[in-house]
């Protein structure tokens, strides 16, 4: 069955950086794109960034623009979220999500992120 479990999360002043990563199973990896969501407190999830089969292709939403980098390791089933310059409003539960199959989509567990001095 599809797995996803998000690691990297933690407390970290405003300025600082975390590295997030989603280590996949149960899918062909490789084969789809690969998509991390977030939610703050009392917000709706967003999507955050994404990025295609073999990484050729990126989105960012534009509150990350120019701080944070998704990248995949199709080697390793893995897809990361690099965050760098990170401020208080981009505290919240960090998802990983594909969609192998039509109506279908996956989610894992999330992992907390809190920016704060």
């Known amino acids: 069955q599809v797995q996803l479990v998000e690691s990297g999360g933690g407390l970290v002043q405003p300025g600082g950086s975390l590295r997030l990563s989603c280590a996949a199973s149960?899918?062909?990896?490789?084969?789809?794109?690969m998509k991390w969501f977030r939610q703050a407190p009392g917000k709706e999830r967003e999507l955050v960034a994404d990025?295609?089969?073999?990484?050729?292709?990126?989105n960012y939403a534009d509150s990350v623009k120019g701080r944070f980098t998704i990248s995949r390791d199709n080697d390793k089933n893995t897809v990361y979220l690099q965050m760098n310059s990170l401020k208080p409003e981009d505290t919240g539960v960090y998802y990983c999500?594909?969609?192998?199959?039509?109506?279908?989509?996956?989610w894992g567990q999330g992992t907390q992120v809190t920016v704060s001095s």
């Open positions: 999500y594909v969609a192998p199959g039509i109506g279908s989509g996956f």
């Open positions: 990025i295609s089969p073999y990484g050729s292709s990126t």
């Open positions: 149960g899918f062909r990896f490789s084969s789809y794109r």
